[in-house]
Nanobody, 124 residues
Framework: QVQLVESGGGLVQAGGSLRLSCAAS????????MGWFRQAPEKGREFVVG????????YYADSVKGRFTISRDNAKNTLYLQMNSLKPEDTAIYYC?????????????????WGQGTQVTVSS
């Protein structure tokens, strides 16, 4: 079992940057593929980016490619999401998720553990 706690959300102007963190409990963080998802008001949860257990493989949604960067520090049991050039349409609750596998998935149902989410609001 792994517990996830996100932090780093907030209010930022369009064009600004934020860095989200996701702290994981447990000793086997590197065995989990990780993903970031987001849910905007009155919309379903959508995939943002996924990374393999080692961090060597990543996949970004087209909407964030070139602006967001995922990284992980397995020694610190922490996942990060660096978000640059933020747009109002990036406004959402951002969730990190862990999958009991070395390989990521773009499907939320493939993930076994979820954080509580952190709010990101981008003003125009």
């Amino acid at each position: 079992q792994v517990q996830l706690v996100e932090s780093g959300g907030g209010l930022v102007q369009a064009g600004g940057s934020l860095r989200l963190s996701c702290a994981a409990s447990g000793r086997t963080f590197s065995r989990y593929a990780m993903g970031w998802f987001r849910q905007a008001p009155e919309k379903g949860r959508e995939f943002v980016v996924g990374t393999s257990g080692s961090g060597g493989n990543t996949y970004y949604a087209d909407s964030v490619k070139g602006r967001f960067t995922i990284s992980r520090d397995n020694a610190k049991n922490t996942l990060y999401l660096q978000m640059n050039s933020l747009k109002p349409e990036d406004t959402a609750i951002y969730y990190c998720a862990a999958r009991n596998s070395f390989t990521y998935s773009i499907n939320e149902v493939a993930y076994d553990h979820w954080g509580q989410g952190t709010q990101v609001t981008v003003s125009s």
